[in-house]
């Protein structure tokens, strides 16, 4: 604990003698049975004893019970460990907020020892009204991470939290909103983003979020990447058949250190994190609840990317025989699987935990699946789910990563590519697992009975039928250029069948005004969605009316870094190219057309023709790093706005603050 302050006469209440023994005193606040006594204090107290004596110390002439004292003291001096380090707080968060409560989340490393911490949550700064105080253990099974549920809270009100360690070490404060109340019409404010590759700390995309005063942010996975960068290593890889315990622990440690990297700063010199300067995620983190989605780089990217298939299968296939899993065997039950998501849940605000290690085994903590009937997804940790904010808006949170099925791969120039064909659109194959789908389905269906106007659904891969196709697709001599398709890891590019199941079920049963949030393919667009009324008719194309897709990011990734040329007859030019492809394609124009119901007040930067005539480029933003803010009226008008920086190159780290300015914005109304 930290030294009492001063009293008005400049000096600290000590407490002396007593039980103690004549001679010694120490701060009222010590705790003299927990603070065992250090080398420094035994030289002191050495000290303390030669000045009591009239003449230096003789060795010879010091009576014997001087001298045992004196030999006493100094092997004590000897065996007696250093003072425990001071706890460093490098981040704190809080997510999965609901109306009652809030998960609080911090890393507090005191010099590779345990620590007890407390947790206060208050409604003002000061912390002059202290709602509920939690107690929780930081070591080293969790990478020094702790998880805590503050329970209790009032609905639609703003907390502020802290940390306490023993030392007196406070950490920065956070603050988070719980969800208003369902029946109460209340305006909600929040944003979402994705993709922050380490290549691009600090991310001053996001350095002005902390200012919008959102009610909840939603990291729409890619929350770090296992490759190299400036000063960091890749991660080791390890796969479904991994079962070495050596191999596990160090790749957990490798993930632990990118998410921690992740946190802080940047020294440009050397690529190591830094608390000065501009941090990265962590401002970012603390300044409103959070929700996060698991996506393909927590997962080594390509080696654990679809926690649905064998492990036994290599990460893409050519073999069709892997298309469709029936070996009752899964990624997502490997030690290697659990090994990489623990990571990704130890240093995130998430009701799910695994408990453990590669040595002795894990054991999960929180909401888990409980479907007998469905191998794939039955006893995993259950990351989706759904919350209500008041009465205008749900958030319905999808994990698209732990049960789909392999991703398509056939032979290419240079290795294997995507396969986006025929296999594609096998009835078997899925994203989600038949236990999600199902809980998707109803979860919208009661949403559109409950009277809930909008429907945003979260996930990490992109549903419309845009993808890295027309990101740099062209026309050669008139014809669409498949060579730049959809990867296979989006919905439209390995999964349609089921991607078209969800979006018929949606259109069919008139269930009004679904948005899909997402990020993961490094720009920011607006998308319609088109479906197939009769699955077996390619003809039979529809859209899924008034749906559609929000992309947003990256915070900082590779892509947009690619367009040097910033200027708006450049991104039009650009724009109008991908649209061509899109219609060549028979799929929908990028954007939102004028017609579409409720649109108003369409900007664009660069564009004095947006609000009169809107067009793709008024809808696509593929040269910088951004995020999206979204806002839900009392009246139940959505606002949408776009935020973002330029693109940069990798591995710069700028350090100057580069303000994110509004790209593109519009609304629509309900009524």
């Excluded at 007696?80 to 507090?108: C, N, Q």
């Excluded at 959809?486 to 979006?503: A, F, I, T, V």
């Excluded at 749906?547 to 590779?558: H, K, M, V």
Aim: with cysteine; glycine share 8%; hydrophobic share 35%.
């Amino acid at each position: 604990m930290g030294a009492r302050p001063a009293d008005a006469r400049g000096r600290r209440e000590l407490r002396c003698g007593g039980n103690m023994g004549p001679g010694f005193c120490r701060d009222d606040e010590e705790d003299i049975d927990s603070a065992p006594a250090s080398p420094r204090f035994l030289r002191t107290f050495f000290a303390g004893v030669t000045m009591r004596t009239r003449h230096p110390i003789d060795k010879d002439t010091a009576s014997p019970w001087l001298r045992r004292l004196l030999l006493a003291v100094f092997i004590l001096a000897t065996l007696i460990p250093p003072a425990r380090a001071e706890v460093v707080f490098d981040g704190i968060a809080a997510g999965d907020t609901s109306s009652t409560d809030a998960i609080l989340w911090t890393r507090a490393d005191n010099g590779g020892n345990t620590t007890s911490l407390t947790a206060q949550v208050a409604t003002d700064q000061a912390f002059a009204n202290i709602v509920t105080t939690l107690s929780g253990t930081s070591g080293s099974d969790s990478d020094f991470t702790v998880k805590l549920i503050a329970s209790g809270l009032a609905p639609n009100t703003r907390y502020y939290y802290r940390f306490l360690a023993p030392d007196g070490v406070v950490s920065p404060i956070g603050q988070f909103v719980t969800a208003p109340a369902t029946n109460q019409r209340a305006a909600v404010k929040f944003g979402f983003s994705g993709d922050a590759d380490g290549r691009f700390r600090p991310y001053p995309s996001i350095a002005n979020l902390p200012a919008q005063k959102l009610d909840f942010f939603i990291f729409l996975g890619d929350a770090m990447y296992e490759i190299p960068s400036t000063g960091s290593p890749a991660v080791p890889v390890v796969s479904g058949e991994t079962t070495d315990a050596a191999q596990l622990e160090e790749a957990l440690k490798a993930y632990d250190r990118k998410y921690m990297e992740n946190m802080l700063g940047v020294d440009p010199a050397t690529g190591q994190p830094s608390t000065s300067g501009q941090q990265s995620l962590q401002p970012m983190l603390a300044a409103s609840g959070s929700y996060t989605l698991l996506d393909n780089h927590e997962l080594g990217n390509r080696s654990l990317q679809s926690g649905g298939a064998p492990p036994s299968a290599p990460p893409e296939t050519t073999d069709p025989a892997f298309d469709v899993n029936t070996t009752g065997s899964y990624d997502n039950k490997t030690p290697a699987f659990r090994t990489v998501e623990k990571a990704f849940l130890d240093f995130h605000p998430t009701r799910s935990s695994i408990l453990g290690d590669p040595v002795k085994g894990y054991k999960l903590s929180g909401p888990q699946v409980m479907a007998p009937a469905d191998l794939r997804s039955d006893g995993t940790p259950q990351l989706y789910f759904a919350q209500q904010w008041g009465a205008n808006c749900i958030y319905i949170q999808t994990d698209d990563r732990s049960y789909r099925d392999i991703r398509l791969a056939k032979p290419g120039n240079s290795g294997p590519i995507d396969d986006i064909g025929p296999r594609a659109d096998n009835p078997n194959r899925t994203m989600l697992g038949a236990t999600q789908l199902q809980w998707l389905k109803s979860t919208l269906e009661q949403a559109q009975r409950d009277g809930i106007p909008w429907k945003f659904v979260a996930i990490s891969s992109p549903i419309d039928e845009v993808g890295k196709a027309s990101a740099t697709g062209k026309l050669s001599d008139g014809q669409p250029d498949r060579s730049q398709s959809p990867d296979g890891k989006s919905w439209w590019g390995g999964y349609r069948s089921e991607r078209n199941q969800l979006l018929k079920f949606i259109a069919d049963n008139h269930i009004e005004h679904v948005v899909f949030l997402t990020t993961d393919d490094h720009m920011t667009r607006v998308a319609q969605l088109q479906y197939l009324t009769d699955p077996n008719n390619p003809s039979s194309r529809a859209l899924v009316p008034g749906a559609f897709q929000l992309l947003a990011g990256p915070i900082g990734a590779g892509g947009p870094d690619g367009l040097t040329d910033h200027s708006f007859a450049t991104i039009q030019r650009v724009a109008a190219q991908r649209n061509a492809v899109q219609i060549a394609l028979k799929e929908p124009a990028l954007g939102l057309p004028a017609n579409f119901p409720g649109l108003r007040n369409v900007f664009r930067q660069g564009d004095p023709n947006a609000a009169a005539s809107p067009s793709p480029v008024d809808f696509l933003s593929p040269d910088t790093f951004n995020y999206m803010i979204v806002e839900v009226a009392e009246d139940g008008t959505l606002t949408v706005t776009t935020w973002g920086i330029p693109s940069y190159r990798q591995n710069t780290f700028p350090q100057d603050a580069i303000e994110a300015t509004p790209i593109l914005s519009f609304q629509i109304a309900l009524h």
